[in-house]
């Protein structure tokens, strides 16, 4: 059991560059969401999905794309990346929690991209 | 517009007993939680208050009141690996989570 694999780690891209962030879960979760961490902010929500073939926009969703072709893939298109766009990726996914009945974010490892 | 406040940095001694406040306010509330993120790590899941009080977890606790719209986390006995950011986040009346920007935790020895 893998959990929430994120590639690539570290990425460097230039203005106008595109690119696409994966990720894969194996815990047949339902839910998957794309989160960006900068620095000073609160984790913000780029986009979700809580299904395969439905997808759905957060709180930051310009400059990015994604699709969920199957419940264990997420992946996250840069279109034409920014300055801007320099932040920590997250991808999760959501399972419920048995002690507390809450759904709880599971968070793959992260991807940290430059853009010159 | 909504808001998680939580102090930037703290900074506590190992074995002591450290409180990390959060306040929030928020269109609605559903939820409460407690996540922790070691420098160049994920976050992971910590706890969830959803009613008043206190809900303990080994060496962490940490307490809701919905009232006065303010948690705390409470660690104890605190460890050299304790030293990480800790998250807290508010699931509003949409079932959106929303954030605070985290507090980070130094241990000294």
């Known amino acids: 059991n893998a959990g929430v694999t994120q590639t690539p780690k570290f990425q460097v891209l230039k203005t106008g560059q595109s690119m696409t962030l994966q990720c894969a879960q194996d815990m047949n979760h339902e839910y998957m969401s794309w989160y960006r961490q900068d620095p000073g902010m609160g984790l913000r929500l780029i986009h979700y999905?809580?299904?395969?073939?439905?997808?759905d926009q957060g709180e930051v969703p310009n400059g990015y794309n994604v699709s969920r072709s199957t419940t264990e893939d997420f992946p996250l298109r840069l279109l034409s990346a920014a300055p801007s766009q320099t932040s920590v990726y997250f991808c999760?996914?959501?399972?419920?929690?048995?002690?507390?009945?809450?759904?709880?974010?599971?968070f793959g490892a992260g991807s940290r991209l430059t853009v010159l | 517009g909504q808001n998680i406040d939580q102090p930037t940095e703290m900074t506590a001694t190992e074995g002591a007993i450290v409180q990390i406040n959060c306040t929030y306010q928020t269109s609605g509330f559903n939820g409460l939680f407690w996540y922790q993120q070691h420098a160049g790590e994920a976050p992971t899941f910590l706890s969830y208050n959803v009613l008043d009080g206190l809900e303990e977890k080994g060496r962490f606790s940490s307490f809701l009141s919905r009232s006065k719209g303010y948690s705390y986390l409470l660690l104890k006995e605190l460890q050299m690996k304790d030293s990480a950011s800790y998250l807290c986040?508010?699931?509003?009346?949409?079932?959106?989570?929303?954030w605070g920007a985290g507090t980070k935790l130094i241990i000294k020895p």
């Open positions: 986040a508010v699931l509003d009346s949409n079932y959106q989570l929303i």
């Open positions: 999905s809580v299904g395969a073939g439905i997808t």
């Open positions: 999760a996914s959501s399972y419920q929690d048995s002690h507390s009945g809450a759904n709880v974010l599971t």
